[in-house]
Structure formats: C-alpha cells, structure tokens
C-alpha cells in the first residue's frame, strides 16, 4: 500500500515565507509601512499614451468607436483591470497566510460610464456611475470560518476597491508650457 503526499511547490511555499516576512517586519517597524507609487504617462499621438510604472512600459489608447486606434486598454479598463488584479493578489495573500490552498481565483469586472460626463453635455459625473465584480475562489478548503475570513480580506482589504469605493484625497494642478 502506498500513499500520496503532496506538498506545496516551492514558489508557493517561499511566497507565503515572502509574505510572513513583510507582515513581521511591518509590525516590528510600523514606520516604514507607508510606501508611495508612481507612474508617468506621455500622451504621444491621437488617444495613444506612453505609461511607465517603475521598469514597465505599457500603453493606453482608447477603442476605434471612441476615436482612439485601439492599440490598448483604455484608462477605465485599466482600474478594471487593476480592481480584478488586486482582488487576485489580496486573496493569494492572506490565503497563503490562513493555512487554504488555492486551486484558481479569478475575478470578472465591468463598470457602467455615461459619455454625457466625459464630453461635459450634462452634470453626470464623468467618471463610472457603477462597478461590479464577482470573484471566484476555488479551493478544496471547507473549514467555513477561514472561507469567511478569506472573504471577509478579500472585501476589506484590497486597496484598489478601498480607491473606488470610498473618496480619496486628491492634488494636482494643469500647467502650460509654451516654447
């Protein structure tokens, strides 16, 4: 008679030590939690930016139907895109950290947008007026309370759903530069 043991792989097992490792050294040091990001963007032709994020280089443009050539995700789809992504890395995170393995988790995302706001036609805000998400978590994991507690991380602490559901303060400023 033989059995068959299983045991995490090692990216998996030096993540979940990654993430204990940064939970401790917060804690120990409270200081350096806050951290700051940040992105620089060119607007080069038409709807078509150039966007850096620390070594990345990515792209916006906006759909043919919204003038643009489509050559990228437009920048709503991108907080799209970043809500489904920070919802993933939240729940891997604290899953890793609550003892559950994780088969898949995948995240779909929509939000519904008024032009009138963009093109300033009318009051509407110019921004989404609705976002919705669902996620799905699968797991073999059956104890209810650590399900609830992924849960419960899963909505209370993801920092991109935090940015889209409650106000954040906000500077800036428009400059001209003339030649």
Known sequence: MSTLTTTKPKSETKLNEVISDIISVVKENP????????????LEKGFHSYIKARD?????????????TDTGPNPVEYVLGALAACQEIV????????????????????GDLDLHGF??????????????????????ENDPDKLQ??????TNNCPVLDIIQNPVPVSGEVTFISN
């Open 119 to 140: 093109f300033a036609l009318s009051d509407t805000r110019p921004g989404f007026t609705k976002v919705r998400y669902q996620t799905f978590i699968e797991t073999e």
């Open 56 to 68: 990345f280089e990515f792209v916006s443009d906006e759909p043919e139907s919204l003038g643009g």
């Open 31 to 42: 200081e350096i939690a806050s951290v700051i990001f940040t992105v620089n963007s060119k």
């Open 149 to 154: 507690k992924l849960k419960d991380l899963a």
């Open 91 to 110: 729940i891997k995170a604290h899953a890793g950290q609550l003892g559950i393995d994780l088969k898949s988790v995948k995240v779909n995302a929509s």
